[in-house]
């Protein structure tokens, strides 16, 4: 493995500093996925004990015993709302209880009536309501099977590779043979020796982690017929469509602050979001695996690695063997809970999973303006010179940001009395122009007897606990550092209180936050976080929780921001850690990338991932955080971050200074034209948004998700759709001529945005590109608002009127909508807004409302 | 689509300041007012439409070249013009017309957005004027210092130039008197040279066996300070206390590698040493460690070793003992490097050419058009901030050490005037300071402004290891329109 990757290097990162992969776990190294995985796939020992079963209204339970060590689990069903299954299983007796993922899910799912059809000794058939929808409970070997019709949409242990460590004491030696994996089926004794290792304590670098509760890890497999494409468990930097893990590392979910990471591979990045999505032509389903702990994901199919040649050859000679993807997790702890999003349609799926979830929260429309931030401005001339040097430029902007170095020495929610010294009379200079600031807070708290935060977060019993039960005390940006339980409601709810205008010094209300570090990131830690051993409330372990962290922190941050405007204005929080349902909080980005085409590139298979799995809000670093761009490159990122839900340019401080305004007069040209572009589009962004927080569908979606029968958008990562209606193809070459865009839809027509002109669907389109383009094409058929009236700032844009481009379908029609309220409160949710739908045909333009109540009054004459 | 009908406004006439408001279409200047005429259908001005006469200012563009919309944001391109008056008349992007951003301090940008601007020309036009005469002032003042200047280093040239001709000439003289004595020597020495010949090859040899001798003293040393337990015997382990001995370079001695180095044994007694210390004597470096001048006495010849040692990475090591010397002999700028040089073990020979050396290379520095700058050669300014002293030595180099101890940082030595074009000498550039992490050589741009005293004003960091520096002189001051004038009155083209 190590010669393969030393070789991948050097061709193709040549001069690339890249992660150094030994801070890292391999799952090799990760004593549980090491375990999980020696387990091959075979006859599964677990049974099904069928006269235990219970159906009650809408939930089935049953007993499964591993007939290797007789430990027995139990196993719940239930049908949900919205075409769902899901699949609980646990202990039936854990010696003590184990993790079950809290404040994830929106509510608890609402179930309906499962029924036994028909019932012998090998299993139970239940109906899943109508469409012959079926799912199958198999007594021996256990297996579960969801069926509809005779077709079979997807398998549970099919290859027998549910494995369940039980909770057990620990002996006084932990090499007494009665803790032989007996259902392990080791194929021989040294075998099952080597697997006991790392079941009582596990040593990595120079950290060992001390498990008291002894081995826990949970794993299950899943097989999906007739799949090819499988997609999402963000985040990694890879392509859009997943890999099969076959000969290489599974794909890894551990949030992890990843020094300078590399491209195209499974190591865990700042965010895990352990949702799978399969797509073929005739279904599009999810697997939702609620489970916080480390994950591994091993992806394999019988089709990976054949030619298309050697498709062909299957196909003519008739082969029996459909295609098939097979996909296993494993979780370090807790329980397996598992929800099955059974589609059929991509937009089902992202239904489904809204209902679980949630949605993308709303932002502030500035929010989806243009922010500029860089590690560090230094001070408030430099903040009032950059504000400056984008007007001088005739720039728009509306977020300046400042990174930790603003604080007085990393002490969140304070400012550096030399260089912030008047933070106020600086954000009003910023309100003046209608423009906003965003600072950073991080989790880690500087130990320090004189800071209020620490002092308080001390007295109040809210840090997190070392094995010992001491304050866990690790190193990062401040020194020694604490880190309070945010898996705790009362310090959640404290630490939102610390954002009141009076608690937080020096903020107003335009000033907003952003939490960095929050995987955590420990410097000193293994793989740079927490150790596992770490206590939260609960006498939780770290281990069990370490997933949700970054979540909880954002979700504190938001509720401060809500909090503190009495619960009128809608927050805007972005994060780098991140879990399922962390698009109810804000935004995120793909944290600390490099200035490389390469990671230009990758920015949008990975916003694409995120999007697929609820998370819509995203950008990555325009320009790239570590390293100096090249001007060529530091204007197509403008041009591809213009198109990308979060619009962010940042640096590392290291590199020079990059505003847009440093490269020469033409390409500060080229720069504003993208940002520009960005601002007229604002209101059909906003509109994105919107329809993103009320149904969950992706604001940038891969091809497929409009086109799940056209097989050649399956595995597209260069281009993507904004909406339904705007498709972008950047440039992401170095000294790119021109670009081929894939144009999809028989029988549809798409428009160049800049050109008007028309081009046919289902065709390859080469387009010829300078320095200046980006590709960005109408759907025919839909209206678009725009606004040209291009200025400062989206609030100096809000009385402004819209422009409808409205771009016909070969039927010479169009719709489209129209969506307006005041931008910035949760009015909306009192109905204060302005819904149309727009409808041309007839070339006559016909508005409508959309919604029934209309209440809320623009202040000035619109549409 | 919907379109605003915003109808012709004609400023009434606000008559904040002096001026009296001619009527014109909002947002026209008044040199441009005839093109606006009420009565007549109005062509675009670039001459591509012409549009009935109320469809100006209409809230709608018509005209590519947006001069249809002067008093509205309707046309992307369009500007407004404040007249501004008791300030100065600007013309500001029509997107910031009715924005909600008060930026026409006559307020007349914001006549429709409900946001309530004050008018402030007066008061900046009165700080402005202010400002202006102070600047004048300064400004005149400073040129009456810059004359002198120039005066001055008018005649310090003339003097050092004078100098040096007189040096080159006796020079020249001295070197042809010891021409025509060596001529007169060499005939009558002859037959002596072919016997010193005789004897130096002697003293080679002799000087060969000393060196030889050296060498052993040295490896003696050596092998006593290797073999840390004193058994008599150099091993593996022991060897592998000096890493430098790593022969791949990767940054670890190991076992094998020292067994190499041992020519294959585990321990090595004196005699065998003798083959292991030729392996290793280019990269020992020994524990008495130091950059320390080994001065070795034979005979009547001093030998000087020049030692190199390599310090750590860090950008400041050894700075203080560079500057010493350049301080103290006003040299030129050296090549700066991170090795620790023990420059006092070089044989120096300087003192006798290095005076017209060093006045050539003053002389040939550009101090400017008329040599204002010459002033500040050899001269040195500090400022010191919260965390820092700054140094800025003209021509010569920018430091920066901290306030409460620790090694001064080399933030650029002298480069170049970098000024934009017309005015080369505002700017200048100091590069090739030391390294950065993960980054580029520090340097320092010094931005030079016209000030009555000489002193550096600010400094700062603007992007990670670029320094800037705010320097005020006289030198650079502009003659004054007139030095005679009083305050001059406000230029209304004056940039700001």
């Known amino acids: 493995m190590w010669m393969f990757w030393a070789a991948w290097l050097s061709s193709c990162l040549t001069v690339t500093v890249a992660v150094d992969r030994g801070n890292f776990k391999t799952c090799d190294q990760s004593a549980f996925c090491k375990r999980q995985r020696a387990m091959t796939p075979g006859q599964s020992p677990f049974r099904a004990l069928l006269d235990t079963l219970e159906l009650s209204d809408s939930r089935l339970t049953l007993q499964l015993i591993n007939d290797n060590n007789k430990v027995r689990l139990l196993l719940e069903l239930y049908r949900l709302q919205g075409n769902m299954t899901r699949v609980k299983i646990n202990e039936l007796k854990p010696l003590k209880p184990r993790y079950e993922v809290p404040d994830i899910l929106v509510t608890d799912p609402p179930t309906e009536p499962l029924s036994v059809v028909s019932r012998d000794e090998n299993g139970v058939v239940l109906s899943l309501g109508a469409e012959a929808c079926r799912l199958i409970v198999s007594a021996q070997p256990f297996r579960l099977d969801i069926m509809e019709g005779p077709q079979v949409l997807l398998s549970l242990n099919s290859r027998g590779l549910l494995m369940f460590e039980h909770l057990r004491p620990r002996k006084d030696t932990w090499r007494y043979p009665s803790f032989t994996f007996l259902f392990f089926q080791a194929p021989d004794e040294e075998n099952a020796k080597e697997d006991e290792s790392g079941m009582w304590d596990e040593t990595f670098k120079s950290h060992t982690d001390s498990k008291p509760n002894g081995p826990s890890s949970i794993g299950l497999d899943f097989s999906l017929p007739g799949v090819e494409h499988v997609y999402g468990i963000p985040e990694h930097a890879d392509d859009l469509k997943l890999k099969t893990t076959d000969g290489g590392d599974p794909y890894r979910l551990y949030n992890l602050d990843v020094f300078q990471y590399e491209l195209y591979n499974p190591m865990a990045l700042y965010g895990a979001v352990p949702v799978l999505l399969s797509h073929s032509p005739q279904r599009t389903m999810g697997i939702f695996w609620l489970n916080a702990a480390e994950t591994w994901v091993d992806i394999s199919s019988n089709t990976a690695g054949k030619t298309v040649f050697g498709k062909m050859l299957d196909y003519v000679q008739g082969a029996s063997e459909t295609p098939q993807t097979d996909v296993r997790w494993m979780s370090e702890s807790g329980i397996i809970d598992v929800f099955i999003m059974l589609g059929p349609k991509p937009a089902d799926v992202f239904s489904q999973y809204a209902s679980l979830t949630g949605t993308q929260s709303f932002p502030p429309l500035s929010a989806l303006g243009y922010h500029q931030c860089r590690w560090n401005y230094n001070d408030q001339e430099d903040v009032r010179a950059v504000d400056a040097g984008l007007d001088e430029h005739d720039i728009p902007y509306d977020f300046i940001w400042l990174d930790i170095e603003h604080t007085d020495g990393k002490r969140y929610f304070t400012w550096d009395s030399s260089k912030f010294s008047q933070p106020r009379e600086m954000l009003q200079g910023l309100m003046d122009k209608k423009r906003k600031m965003v600072a950073i807070v991080d989790p880690h708290i500087k130990v320090d007897s004189g800071y209020k935060i620490h002092n308080e977060i001390r007295a109040k019993d809210f840090y997190i606990k070392n094995k010992d039960g001491a304050d866990y005390e690790g190193w990062c940006w401040p020194g020694s550092a604490g880190y309070p339980d945010f898996t705790r409601p009362d310090m959640r709810a404290w630490w939102a209180s610390m954002f009141a205008y009076d608690q937080y010094e020096g903020s107003m209300e335009n000033l907003y936050t952003w939490n960095d570090m ?43 921001l809500i909090q503190r405007s009495g619960g009128v204005e809608r927050p805007f929080v972005l994060t780098r850690a991140f879990f399922a349902g962390s698009q109810r909080l804000g935004a995120v980005w793909t944290g600390d990338n490099a200035a490389e085409w390469g990671h230009l590139k990758i920015s949008i298979p990975m916003c694409l991932s995120l999007g697929l799995v609820g998370i819509s809000f995203c950008g990555a670093d325009v320009g790239g955080f570590f390293k100096a761009p090249s001007t060529e490159l530091l204007v197509r990122w403008y041009q591809t971050g213009a198109y990308q839900p979060f619009f962010r340019a940042h640096a590392h401080v290291d590199t020079p200074r990059r505003e847009p305004w440093l490269f020469g007069p033409e390409n500060t040209a080229v720069i504003r034209e993208a940002i520009r572009q960005r601002y007229g ?183 | 689509m919907f379109r605003l009908q915003v109808f012709l406004i004609v400023s009434l006439g606000a008559a904040l300041g002096a001026a009296v408001e001619v009527q014109r279409p909002r947002g026209v200047p008044l040199e441009k007012r005839h093109f606006y005429d009420e009565s007549r259908p109005f062509t675009c001005l670039d001459g591509s439409r012409t549009i009935p006469f109320d469809r100006v200012n209409d809230d709608y563009c018509d005209c590519k070249d947006g001069s249809d919309e002067p008093g509205t944001a309707a046309c992307p391109n369009g500007s407004f013009h404040c007249t501004n008056a008791g300030f100065r008349a600007t013309f500001i992007p029509s997107s910031r017309i009715n924005d909600g951003v008060c930026d026409c301090c006559d307020t007349t940008d914001e006549y429709n957005s409900g946001v309530s601007c004050q008018n402030t020309c007066r008061e900046l036009g009165q700080k402005e004027r202010e400002t202006l005469e102070k600047m004048a002032e300064i400004t005149r003042e400073g040129f009456l210092l810059k004359r002198q200047l120039i005066e001055e280093a008018k005649q310090g040239l003339q003097e050092k130039q004078g100098k040096l001709s007189e040096l080159q000439a006796s020079r020249k003289e001295h070197e042809e008197k010891v021409d025509a004595l060596r001529t007169v020597k060499e005939t009558a020495e002859q037959p002596e040279r072919e016997a010193k010949e005789r004897h130096l090859k002697a003293w080679e040899a002799q000087k060969a066996a000393l060196q030889l001798e050296k060498e052993k003293a040295k490896m003696a040393e050596v092998f006593l300070e290797l073999d840390g337990d004193a058994d008599g015997l150099v091993s593996v382990s ?259």
């Open chain 2, 238 to 496: 022991e060897l592998q206390t000096h890493q430098e001995l790593d022969p791949d370079g990767d940054g670890a001695l190991t076992d094998t590698e020292a067994q190499g180095l041992l020519s294959g044994a585990d321990k090595v007694d004196s005699a065998g040493f003798q083959n292991v210390w030729s392996n290793i004597k280019d990269k020992y470096v020994s524990e008495v460690r130091g950059p320390s001048c080994l001065l070795l006495k034979s005979g009547e010849t001093d030998f000087w070793l020049e030692v190199s040692v390599h310090s750590y990475p860090e950008d400041d090591a050894g700075d203080e003992e560079d500057d010493e010397e350049e301080d103290d002999d006003d040299d030129v700028p050296e090549e700066y490097d991170d090795k620790v040089t023990c420059h006092r073990c070089r044989p120096m020979c300087a003192t006798c050419s290095s005076l017209p050396e060093s006045l050539e290379k003053e002389i040939s520095f550009d101090f400017g058009p008329s040599a204002e700058f010459a002033y500040l050669y050899s001269q040195c300014y500090e400022l010191t901030t919260n965390e820092y002293i700054y140094r800025l030595c003209p021509f010569n180099r920018v430091s920066q050490k901290p306030k409460y101890g620790g090694s001064e940082t080399n933030l650029g030595s002298w480069g170049s005037w970098n000024g934009p074009e017309g005015s080369k000498y505002s700017i200048m550039k100091y590069d090739h300071g030391t390294g950065c992490w993960q980054g580029p050589n520090r340097s320092t741009t010094v931005k030079l402004t016209c000030g009555k005293e000489t002193a550096v004003l600010s400094t700062s960091e603007p992007s990670r290891c670029e320094y800037l520096m705010e320097f005020s002189t006289p030198a650079i001051c502009q003659e004054p329109p007139s030095l005679e004038t009083v305050a001059p009155e406000t230029d209304p083209h004056d940039e700001f």
């Open chain 1, 518 to 560: 929050n995987e955590p990131s420990v410097f000193n830690g293994p793989e740079v976080t927490m150790h596992k051993d770490a206590i939260h409330q609960g006498a939780w372990e770290h281990r069990d929780v370490h997933n949700l962290y970054g979540f909880y922190v954002q979700m504190a941050t938001a509720e401060g």
């Open chain 1, 681 to 863: 589009l604002l209101p059909y962004w906003y509109q994105l948004f919107y329809h993103a927080h009320r149904t969950g569908q992706p604001i940038m979606r891969p091809l497929w998700v409009e086109y799940p029968e056209d097989a050649a958008t399956f595995t597209m990562d260069d281009q993507f759709l904004l909406g339904r209606d705007l498709l972008v193809h950047p440039v992401t070459e170095e000294g790119a001529r021109g670009v081929t865009a894939y144009l999809p839809g028989r029988g549809e027509v798409w428009y160049d945005i800049h050109t008007f002109q028309k081009h046919n669907g289902a065709q390859n389109l080469y387009i010829p590109v300078t320095i200046s383009s980006i590709p960005v094409f109408q759907r025919g058929g839909s209206i678009i608002p725009r606004k040209l009236r291009i200025r400062r700032s989206t609030s100096c844009m809000e009385n402004d009127p819209y422009t409808l481009f409205v771009a016909l379908s070969p039927q010479r029609t169009a719709v489209g909508e129209l969506y307006i309220d005041d931008g910035h409160t949760f009015a909306y949710k009192e109905n204060k807004f302005i819904h149309r739908q727009l409808t041309f045909a007839n070339n006559t333009l016909i508005s409508r409302f959309v919604d029934l109540i209309f209440s809320f009054l623009l202040s000035s004459p619109c549409v």
